[in-house]
């Protein structure tokens, strides 16, 4: 079941942990493993209940609470995904993968300070988390520290070239400095990376509409819309560009 799992054939890998948990039902490693697979076929639910199952039956694992809270911030329960992570926490105090999840619901509960507070003691211990060093620059950017940001962004990138959250907020950060060529050069990573990202479509030029009013803007939020059509936003700016 685990190697399914890795191997992203979840669906399988259920069928492969049932059977686990047909000889042996209290199986805590397996209804772990089960919870994991509907997470990532996204049957959330079910995987919030396989989580409690694996922890109703085994010691507090740290693993299981992060999954759950991780499953939890799927739902946008941030509440609930907070207190999952404080679970974690209260039983492994430095673990990075804990305490960058309770850093970033913090963040969606608008507790900025709180969450950078966070980010900053995973890089206390690792100086190098990417995802401490992205998490930290967006809630830089939230400030308005722009400068603070794209230091945090540029170390990431020296250690991840193709990472393509720090590539973001670098154009976030750029465009919010006013910065448009540096930033569109940071935008253009991440499409050559995946050119299909509708929401860097949509940031990239909600961006531009801040400074001027052209065709090429309104060609890219249609470019955005033509991707994903749920983008709200897109739809907004788009009729802007064109009023």
């Known amino acids: ?12 890998a259920l069928l492969s942990f049932d059977r686990v948990l047909t000889i042996a039902p209290s ?20 995987a919030i209940d396989a989580y409690d199952r694996s922890l109703g039956y085994g010691t507090d694992e740290v693993d299981s609470w992060t999954g759950k809270a991780n499953v939890y911030f799927e739902l946008d329960q941030y509440e609930d995904a907070l207190a999952s ?16 999840g309770r850093a970033a619901v913090l963040m969606e509960l608008g507790r900025i300070d709180e969450s950078i507070g966070t980010f900053e003691k995973v890089l206390s211990l690792d100086p190098d988390n990417v995802t401490a ?10 400030r308005g520290q722009y ?19 720090s590539w973001y907020l670098r154009g ?22 995946n050119p299909n990202i509708a929401l860097v479509w949509y940031t990239r030029d909600d961006i531009v509409r801040f400074i ?11 470019r955005s819309l033509s991707i994903d059509p749920n983008v709200s936003e897109a739809w907004s700016s788009h009729a802007y560009g064109l009023s």
Do not use: C, P
Request: net charge neutral; hydrophobic share 40%; aromatic share 8%.
């Open 212 to 222: 001027v009013r052209d065709q090429d803007e309104i060609r890219a939020f249609g």
């Open 147 to 165: 400068g603070t940001a794209l230091e945090d962004l540029g170390h990431s990138i020296r250690i991840d070239g193709r990472d393509s959250k």
């Open 27 to 46: 199986h805590s490693l397996a209804w772990a493993g089960k919870a994991r697979s509907y997470a990532a076929l996204e049957h959330y639910h079910k």
């Open 1 to 12: 079941g685990i190697a399914l799992h890795i191997l992203k054939h979840d669906d399988e």
């Open 85 to 100: 992570f404080e679970k974690a926490l209260a039983l492994d105090a430095g673990n990075a993968h804990a305490l960058n």
């Open 172 to 193: 976030v950060a750029l465009g919010m400095s006013g910065r448009r060529g540096e930033s569109f050069h940071a935008f253009g990573q991440v499409f050559s990376f």
């Open 133 to 142: 060093l992205t998490g930290r620059a967006r809630g830089m950017i939230t």
